[in-house]
């Protein structure tokens, strides 16, 4: 039957022309099943245009598409020890690391570029959650720290998108000191007089929830967005009560005082120029005239 399968039908399709079809050419809508081209949702910045469900966005295009015509600098990866705890569960830690960069294209799951958002210089930082569910190790905790520094040193605001799982259990303790190191960069940015707003994303849970991705001056969500600490499922069982419908989702959030706006991803740029604006007391014409200079000022740009 392998014989077969793996030599006669290929064949057989090679000769007749038949290509095989990539799976994800259609993605299924979670809501509703609706089943959207790859290609009109990645028009549609990943949101299924009947359902208005928020797909997760790759961490590239996400910055693309915050940035005015999609130019701004790449900040670079910083390099940190790998694997240190020689980590093995069914995988060896180096094997996962090596196959999410080949799916990613990332050397890990922070990506961070500086840039202009309807003339306002900032620096924003996203999580990939498709590198191990954006989990936070060393190299992104180095990565978010850096990006810190770089929004000081160009005295500009820091936008931050987490999507994770939480802290990388594959690094133990040393991923868990990104927690008070990541800390430590917010109140630095905070301490030289600098916005810090972060945008939640499906789905920030775990450590990251409970260190940076709380701490911003104002909390931005992703309709729909699961965001928490412990899952939903852990918290029934130990409280032994049902929870309400819609818990630790971004709209039951802005209900009770947790998060500050509910926007919707095709509004979050004119959004997050807006408030920034508000923050640093710039009027709307004042920005626009500065950012001539600023746009001079960013050294090599890089188209994404």
Excluded at 29 to 34: A, K, L, S
Excluded at 92 to 113: C, F, N, P
Excluded at 236 to 258: A, N, V
Aim: charged residues 25%; proline residues 6%; hydrophobic residues 40%.
């Amino acid at each position: 039957m392998n014989w077969i399968t793996n030599y006669v039908r290929p064949k057989i399709n090679s000769m007749l022309g038949r290509r095989e079809v990539p799976e994800n050419l259609w993605i299924k809508c979670p809501e509703t099943g609706e089943m959207v081209f790859h290609r009109d949702l990645e028009e549609n910045k990943w949101v299924i245009p009947q359902s208005g469900h928020h797909m997760k966005m790759p961490a590239k295009a996400r910055l693309k598409d915050l940035f005015d015509g999609g130019i701004y600098e790449m900040l670079p990866q910083p390099k940190v020890a790998q694997d240190p705890l020689k980590f093995r569960d069914s995988k060896k830690y180096l094997d996962r690391l090596r196959d999410s960069r080949a799916k990613t294209e990332l050397e890990d799951t922070i990506v961070a570029g500086l840039g202009l958002v309807q003339g306002v210089k900032l620096v924003a930082v996203v999580h990939e959650f498709n590198f191990i569910g954006g989990s936070l190790g060393m190299a992104a905790g180095e990565a978010i720290i850096r990006a810190f520094e770089k929004a000081i040193a160009e005295k500009c605001p820091l936008v931050m998108f987490p999507a994770s799982g939480g802290a990388r259990m594959q690094e133990g303790i040393l991923s868990l000191m990104q927690l008070p190191r990541t800390t430590v960069a917010v109140n630095l940015l905070k301490e030289a007089g600098l916005p810090y707003i972060v945008v939640l994303t499906n789905p920030t849970t775990g450590g990251v929830t409970a260190s940076y991705a709380m701490l911003g001056d104002i909390h931005l969500a992703e309709p729909g967005a699961e965001i928490g600490f412990a899952g939903k499922r852990v918290i029934e069982q130990t409280l032994r009560e049902k929870l309400p419908d819609g818990f630790q989702t971004s709209e039951y959030l802005l209900e009770h005082g947790m998060v500050d706006m509910v926007v919707k991803r095709h509004d979050l740029p004119a959004t997050l120029a807006r408030v920034l604006k508000i923050l640093m007391k710039k009027p709307a014409e004042a920005a626009r005239r500065d950012s001539g200079s600023q746009v001079s000022a960013l050294p090599l740009a890089a188209r994404a």
